[in-house]
């Protein structure tokens, strides 16, 4: 599949609109789900995507290393979202709430309907208690299934610090899981 790729990835370089369309397949519910998520909504999330993709196609011959081509969409795709973001707060003043409800739902597999709204009560309370970099990490690695070096490449960070960051995020939400737990009399 690396081959296949490689080869994708140059041919696209020249402009190959089949062979984008390729790439692009291999990847596209990743992308939109890790932008759905972290926007919190449908319509953001389909534009983020498109624009990343757009920006990809008319930018594809600056990918240096054909291999990395999925860690390099979810580079641009982060960026789409992080403007998304900041425009939604500048318009609304608000941050995406629907987030933290995405995330919580992804996290609680139970079915147990009052157990589900206590235990989204409680995910949602983890959740917030992240910062943000913590929670965009926690997103990317979720959502996205980026490993560490994925998005190590998408924040410009050292891989180990990203793991770092994801294993204190965890503990953070662990801890105030358990604190939850008790305070909701579990």
Avoid at 17 to 25: C, D, I, K, N, P
Avoid at 29 to 35: E, F
Avoid at 60 to 70: N, S, V
Wanted: overall charge negative.
């Amino acid at each position: 599949m690396e081959k296949d790729i490689t080869v994708l990835v140059e041919k696209a370089k020249n402009k190959d609109t089949e062979a984008f369309a390729e790439l692009y397949e291999m990847i596209y519910k990743d992308l939109y789900r890790m932008a759905l998520y972290t926007l919190g909504n449908s319509h953001d999330a389909e534009n983020a995507v498109s624009d990343a993709v757009v920006d990809a196609f008319l930018g594809i011959e600056k990918l240096m290393d054909p291999r990395a081509f999925r860690s390099w969409m979810f580079r641009i795709l982060t960026a789409k979202c992080a403007r998304q973001i900041s425009e939604n707060v500048k318009s609304r003043n608000l941050l995406g709430d629907l987030t933290v409800e995405r995330v919580t739902e992804t996290l609680i597999s139970t079915n147990d309907e009052l157990g589900q709204v206590l235990d989204r009560t409680i995910v949602e309370e983890a959740f917030l208690a992240l910062n943000d970099e913590e929670k965009q990490i926690v997103t990317m690695t979720v959502y996205g299934q980026l490993d560490s070096g994925e998005i190590a490449e998408c924040l410009n960070m050292n891989r180990n610090t990203v793991r770092s960051v994801y294993h204190r995020a965890l503990a953070k939400m662990k801890k105030k899981l358990e604190a939850g737990g008790v305070s909701y009399g579990r």
